[in-house]
């Protein structure tokens, strides 16, 4: 079955940088739509970056020139790169895929990681 797996959350300091993993099993990895999202207590989740099979990629608004989505095809795992680390990021940061194919700007997903925690401090 699907299995996700985030690491590399913790606590920073505004301006702090971190790096977050994702491990990825039981799907086919490379053809999939794999995103980062984010829920801060009391709010929604919301979609934070996504990177489909053909390298496309998107971003909210809040992050775009901050955080970068990656991908490794041959280890299974996708990433998010965070600079410039503001308390407004202070998230849950969950891995999401969807198989097969594009993710077209569509935020819906059915697989899930449980989660890393990301605490930015002033």
């Known amino acids: 079955q699907v299995r996700l797996v985030e690491s590399g959350g913790g606590s920073v300091q505004t301006g702090g940088s971190l790096r977050l993993s994702c491990a990825a099993s039981?799907?086919?990895?490379?053809?999939?739509?794999m995103a980062w999202f984010r829920q801060a207590p009391g709010k929604e989740r919301e979609g934070v970056a996504s990177?489909?099979?053909?390298?496309?990629?998107s971003y909210v608004d809040s992050v775009k020139g901050r955080f970068t989505i990656s991908r490794d095809n041959a280890e299974n795992t996708l990433y998010l790169e965070m600079n410039s680390l503001n308390p407004e990021d202070t998230a849950m940061y969950y891995c999401a895929a969807r198989s097969p194919g594009l993710c077209d700007g569509d935020w819906s997903f059915n697989d899930w990681g449980q989660g890393t925690q990301v605490t930015v401090s002033s």
């Open positions: 990177m489909d099979l053909i390298g496309h990629t």
């Open positions: 039981g799907f086919t990895y490379s053809s999939s739509c």
